[in-house]
């Protein structure tokens, strides 16, 4: 199965398993890890998640484990990365992938005026929070380990405002970014890079409730005009993963199918265009 980009390395992805019958980012990159020969540790809150995603990396002949925790407390991040090293002797991978799911009607699409609190408090808990404390106790294993390269997940919404999306998510995901920096700058003498991937408008698990309507038009402002899919990020994520990445690091990837390379214009006149 492996291809050996990643063979000898060993990853964790956050979020890792896989509701019924739908793929995510989570999912993809778990499988495309493993396909490159990595040893993977799924790490999420639902056992039967993880164990889907398992199975689907050892159906393929791939080599996974389970881990089964909340991202958001310090002591299971920190038995997360136990379990990693315990399990395969070290650690050099990390895809903070968990996310905030935002909700699409109710109250995610309120703007500043109207944040709710305990949504402010949930989505950075799970945006952000997840991934420092996953790093936090990633960065010394890593370095036991040689080496090795974090990739945090943002999303357009995090770079860009925009009114379909609850302030919370938007700005959770806005200090990905900046966290991949800080990352990168602090920890690159350990031999530790951090990148971040911000996808665009995919067609997934996490925004499945979507109309057909809204997917459409999502498509359209698209220069290359197609929808993009959790498989696209996990390849980003491999190669941003991998040794060929090896001087790449405190960047963020747009995987977007070019949607920020138009302007606002370009995409009103690609709807005017079609309708
Ligand atoms: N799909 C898109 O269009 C899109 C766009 C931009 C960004 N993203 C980002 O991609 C990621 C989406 O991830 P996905 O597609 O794998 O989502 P997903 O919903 O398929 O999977 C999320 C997994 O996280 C687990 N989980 C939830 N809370 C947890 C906790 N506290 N601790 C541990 N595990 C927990 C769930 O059980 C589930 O298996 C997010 O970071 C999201 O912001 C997605």
């Excluded at 989570?26 to 040893?39: D, Q």
């Excluded at 689907?56 to 958001?72: K, L, P, R, S, Y």
């Excluded at 399990?87 to 005026?113: C, D, E, F, M, Q």
């Amino acid at each position: 199965m492996s291809h050996g980009r990643l063979a000898d390395k060993v990853a964790i992805v956050t979020g890792g398993g896989s509701h019924p019958d739908e793929t995510g980012t989570g999912r993809a990159t778990s499988v495309c890890l493993a396909k490159e020969g990595a040893r993977v540790l799924i790490a999420d809150i639902s056992m039967e998640n993880a164990e889907r995603t398992a199975a689907a990396i050892g159906a393929e002949g791939g080599q996974a484990t389970v881990f089964v925790g909340d991202a958001t407390s310090e002591d299971d991040a920190r038995a997360m990365v136990e379990a990693a090293v315990r399990t395969y002797g070290g650690l050099h991978i990390l895809i903070n992938n968990l996310g905030y799911r935002w909700n699409a009607r109710g109250k995610g699409r309120r703007g500043v005026a109207e944040v709710d609190e305990a949504q402010l408090t949930e989505a950075f808990d799970l945006n952000v929070k997840t991934a420092v404390l996953a790093s936090k106790h990633a960065i010394p294993a890593m370095i036991e380990s040689g080496g090795g390269s974090i990739v945090n997940l943002s999303s357009c919404d995090g770079l860009a405002g925009a009114k379909h999306r609850g302030v919370p998510y938007s700005i959770s995901k806005g200090a990905m970014p900046m966290l991949t920096k800080a990352t990168a700058a602090f920890h690159g003498r350990d031999g530790i890079r951090a990148n971040c991937i911000a996808p665009g408008h995919l067609q997934s698990a996490y925004q499945s409730k979507i109309t057909t309507e809204e997917r459409d038009r999502r498509r359209r402002v698209v220069p290359l005009g197609t929808e993009g899919t959790p498989w696209d990020v996990a390849w980003a994520a491999v190669f941003l993963a991998s040794d060929e990445a090896r001087w790449i690091s405190g960047i963020t990837l747009p995987v977007d199918g070019g949607l920020f390379a138009a302007q606002p214009l370009l995409a009103h006149d690609f709807l005017q265009e079609e309708s």
